[in-house]
């Protein structure tokens, strides 16, 4: 159960209106790696966790300050609108300031929004159930969500070095701030599983059940032998379990797939004679 | 620019047609993780990859032998559903094991594919490019590749208990070792990368710049203490910059939000006298 | 800022598993009118309301209580999940029970989410955030907010009626009454709302330049009479404007559009003689 | 069955071409609430009306004339891309005016449909078969209608105040006056449904079986009392059947979930003791 | 402008209700060359022509005849609907044909529409603008077309022999005979059209601009020489402009890409030295 | 199985930064015809071929060329977007060629790929997997491959026009080469189907089953005789199997649909007395 303050947990205003600035910002609110990401990502893995309290728990205290996150984003946004020239005609776009923006500000915040924030990234696709991740397996979620923190990091801060408004920069020094604590605190809850269940994800897979023999092995299969050149190609693997290995000519194993006719209901293509 | 040869790299011949686990091996095509993903991802991360031909190899060696591996499951799901019992009528029903395959098979493997494999995943959602994530940030994209391998190896392990036809197991315990390999392969990279530019992504942002009082700090928003029992909470951060705090009663430093007024053309409705 | 309760609102427990109910109330989840979008639709309306801080107090009040809703609903599908039968093989479903959940329970919640929760509708569709309305003007959101409530009363209704499972029954017991207040609750809102502004959204745009002589007129476009006979047709309209009009035979006031060639560097198809 | 006669309904001329213009009128073609969505809610409701053939013949009525709304539109989206500067280089952007368009005008519009409507909105996406609403409820279904036709005046009202062109600000006066009217008719016959059936809906769901005692609440999830000061907070409610009631600090009922491990083979993370 | 008459161009009876049927049919109302398609596309790619009155006329026929075709099949999938079990429990699933649709019928039907047909695919994925095609290029349209109807007619067979209800069969039979005049139809105007443009479209863009020297080359990029069986790889082109050619091994004739570094303020990784 | 070499098929670019241009080329890489769908098309065409091993190779051999565009144009596009002014802020919009860059390139190719291509259209829409079409029968299939080659064609020679860039051009004109190949190419494998199997698609479905009696009928639905005028109205049609009829006056067949009432558990609107 949730209770909201109306106090934004970090002040989110910006210097001045910019509607360019404002469509770019959505990125942060409903992208791919954006705040609703996040904040769902964390609760539906929180809410499935079955048994594992202290991770749960962990989940839920992120989940549940990722939803503050997309409010200040938004209100953020909201206010970036403000006095946007949502009347403006052709004549003003003469001035090319102007005109950037009559050409360059999402179309949408102005018909659909009515100057607030969308559920969109920064091109207007629509914020989508398909960007989260939850598999009940812990390990294999922390690491996507040492991703979504990282890949977060590196677009607030692209944000950041975009815009010269002190505001905004205010917001998202906090947030880039925050993304480093999540990638600090991820990386310490992979580490404290990886210690326990080891490298491989899921551990509990038995072994001997898959083809080991090619389960340390490089395949070069883009010519070329640059590749060989990394940890990840000779020597003991990380997992401990065995020995990199290189293939530089990797050849099938497998046959030439033939395939059956389908049956005559179906109307596809017979098999005909070659000519 | 990529070659074909007709041989799978292995082999991929389940030992009897299975429409229902047709639909389930979709996951492993044409999922948020499947292989469609990681040939894509790799593919675009590496074309993108400015210098460092080693990771750019890397890339297009792994992402080269993904496309390969839709070409196997490709093949297994079109032999999964040789002999689908696309004509039986509702009399057929009343024998059970034929009416879960009549009311569970996937029907556009009759319909449109003409049993042959689908561009979606176990339940028909098509394949998107927002699935894929390629950033321009080396050590970002590689967790979210250790991410998605690690999705993929419980995936295609979960798959592996749901049958008991040995091709089917066969191929997927060629899978689930090339995602092991996969995981012990992009943790390498990944530690090359930190071992050079430290845990937080990215690296060159000036950290000056972030608000670092709150950059170690892990705020209490789901009441109950039990997520300040691990190593994300006390003690000395990963990253070697700091140390973890924790705070019990997390407390809004912003103001209430309040907005403008919106200018009267957009017909947003205007602030009233409340009653 | 929001914080987070472990305890649910309430209870959410069902009498048993059953993995093909569980793919039906994901509707509820992650459905067009499932719990997150009234919970996302309510705070993307609260967060850009400008002035008015009741409403936009009571917004966020209840945006606040739908993502709870959402916890309480993916902890029973959760619980749903429990035991089910993710490794039978075909054998198995000789028996008629078991086949239908192995041929119609969502493959994902085994496959993907390991017995979570899914952020999809119950054919598996990821929630969009084009299912939300946020349009900066009050009265045309809150009669969204009405529909949704409407809708969302009419799915829980009929999931209630398609189980006996008693748990699962008192959930949507309490789900179904809460759809009932906030019925109640917005009607209340549109009525405060429409003795100030009128009955057409938005009240702000000038009638005088609309075409107001087809503002009150029921074009018959269907041949058929039929629809002559309601409130809609004649007398005075609702918005206590105008006239309500029938008109038997519309008759088309444009003209046929002829359009001018494309430039030729657009190679479309050029304005050829007809022959 | 349909008919169709090359006229068009109203006339769709602008004075003359202008693809920004275009690109933002996509808004009222392919949008959430443009007249695709109108135009197939309205026919899927009413083919699947089941008896009440006076509502049927409405909702055809006015889903035929929306399929002619869609013509317009695309005609005058046709027109204003006439001779739309689709060659012109850089060279050209120094004008700002023309820069304007450079930057901001659809591109698909050029490249995909050759200065042709797109089935999208005003930022391109495509329009999706999940923007309608057709329940088999009317009551519930005519709250979606009137929403749609507030929504929409209120981007069509949007539109208006953003061009002065005459030739489009014809068009919207058309659009704008048959939306007023659609308001005033689903108004009415809401207002039908509502006085046979009740303010509830649906009006069939025997009230016993909810919990009626938290029926008529309000829980302040948001700190601070504003929303106490509604009708919807005190008194006799707009259903007549009970008394609105606010519960200024809601508590949980339900008990903090604890779930069952997954089985073994699903590979999820296993319950560990916390350290 | 349309109108509509109440009558169904031709009968939608089935013989007995069939929920699993109707989740198959509606692949032919909202699936990727459903009749929502071929509505739209037809409409759109009318609604753009620019002169050539006779094409657009053909354009606008059928594509109002489609119209009418979803009609048909929307009726026919409520029908099929009818007594559909919704509220039948588990103990039920016991009889095999019953647990057959009690696991395989779309649940949507039931919890979302009432009865009612859905504007999706047959497992429920949205319609989606993006189905469609309309360019401005009338040749390359009309291909599109004529798949459309080849896809279409290939579905709508396959279907046929799903079912022995003769009511389906007869609506079905009339689908495939329409299909079958479109494909005829789509046929003749692409005759006249490459009568008059030739073979390649588009037929405006002059070829001294194209790479002439490999735009007859089959280029086996798949090991095996099978494909050079065909009059696509020797001999004359069928556009009378060249000859075919077959290139055994295909070498490239480019450069390896080597990309700049990124500025700086963009976080990407920077190039390092190989170790 | 695929194997990949560095070196670019053909040489990929620019003679300088344009990241305007650079939004514009995505439209081939990850557009509805870009070369992702004719990659993927071929490939799930070529892997689901049963028999017909001269088809499936020529599916391979293309759609592994398919591939190779991809990189190009992804090589292409990142580095088109060297150099752009990532950082620029309001200021510099004063200079209006800046401006329409600022205002109009692609925020993502900033903010999300650092320069690096996307897998989405001109416009950002994700490539999906229901862009392409495979469905068994190679006729239809290859009217759909024609189809696909056409739009592309039309596509790449409007991006030709719309720059003077000589790299760029280049690379078109190799494009536009190539798509011309495969026009001819997929041309003469349908006039080799059609020999063999005749017009209609499919071939095999029994005629006698469909109502012949329509098939070879041009309905006027849209008001006006134009469409009479053509070789599809009159004469022996292109199957050999029929003559062309056009009836001017179309009348139903059908009649007016009375759907039964829902079951009451589905809460649907009950049949009213009208009133």
Known sequence: MFYHVKELQFEAKPDRPNPLFAKK???????????????????????????????RDLLLDIGTEEIGHVEMLATMVARLLDDAPVDLQEEAAKDPAVGAVLGGMNPQHAIVSGLGARPTDSIGNPWMGSYITASGNLLADFRSNLNAESQGRVQASRLYEMTDDKGVKELLSVLIARDAYHQNQWAAAIAELEEQEGLLVPSTFNREKERLVIAYTLYNFSEGEDSSQGRWAKGPALDGQGNYEYVSKPLPEGAKPMLKPAPPKLHNTLPMEDK
């Open 25 to 55: 910002l959505q990125e942060l609110i409903g992208g791919q790696y954006g705040e609703m990401t996040v904040a769902m990502q964390y609760m539906f893995q929180g809410w499935a966790t079955r048994g594992n309290e202290k991770y």
